[in-house]
């Protein structure tokens, strides 16, 4: 039921782009992003409801489309501070009340 | 500073132990939620409290026992807990209890010897 998140890990320098996918094996009603840095908690950037759309956070933007029960993650012109542990949670188009969560991408950014 | 206060940062506990996580919320939330993080694991969803009744319980061993006497706040018990329970405990609230936006506390490492 957890969705599946890839890469596991990435390396990026200053100013480079970065994909991070997350599928599901189920239909989906939403897709979430969340980054976590070492040490902290969390920290929500969107929300994607069914409906194909697409949304930014500053040079952050994401896709779902949910035909292919899928979502990318875009980090574009990456900076020092985007370095962190990406998450996608997902919750199925069952109703149930569980945001499912990927194990989570690891982004690193150089100088 | 997230509004979401996790107390202690770290305990380490034997297995004979009772001991209480303890989490806070000043954002004026209606629901709040256990999570664990192991290592190489994902997020797993432990408990969901709305208007502090339980309204979620995912098959949660019963040496884990969740208390939530107001909104604000919310403990998770913890007793005769195993090795394999060592992991991040992380609270967090939402406005709703429909799953959108949380906000997520620091957490509480736990180590169980």
């Given at each position: 039921q957890q969705p599946v998140q890839s890469p596991q890990a990435v390396i990026l320098r200053e100013g480079e782009d970065a994909v991070i996918n997350c599928s599901s094996s189920k239909a989906l009603y939403s897709v979430h992003w969340y980054r976590q840095k070492h040490g902290e908690a969390p920290v929500f950037l969107m929300i994607l409801l069914k409906g194909g759309e697409q949304k930014g956070h500053d040079k952050i933007s994401a896709s779902f489309n949910e035909k292919k029960q899928q979502s990318s993650l875009y980090l574009t012109?990456?900076?020092?501070?985007?370095?962190g542990t990406y998450f996608c949670g997902t919750l199925d188009?069952?109703?149930?009340?569980n945001l499912f969560f990927g194990t989570g991408t690891r982004l690193t950014v150089i100088p | 500073e997230t509004g979401v206060t996790q107390t202690p940062r770290h305990l380490v506990m034997g297995m004979t132990n009772k001991k209480s996580l303890k989490c806070e919320q000043h954002?004026?939330?209606?629901a709040m939620y256990w999570y664990k993080q192991s290592a190489k694991k994902p997020l797993e969803l432990m408990f969901v409290y709305s208007l502090e009744e339980?309204?979620?319980?995912?098959?949660?061993?019963?040496r884990f026992s969740p208390e939530c006497p107001n909104s604000s706040h919310l403990f998770l018990h913890l007793h005769t807990?195993?090795?394999?329970?060592s992991a991040l405990y992380l609270c967090a609230s939402s406005?709703?209890?429909?799953?959108e936006k949380l906000f997520f506390g620091s957490g509480t490492q736990l180590s169980v010897l």
């Open positions: 012109a990456s900076q020092l501070s985007y370095s188009q069952t109703g149930a009340n | 954002l004026g939330h209606n339980r309204v979620e319980n995912n098959s949660v061993p019963s807990l195993q090795p394999e329970d406005q709703g209890r429909g799953m």
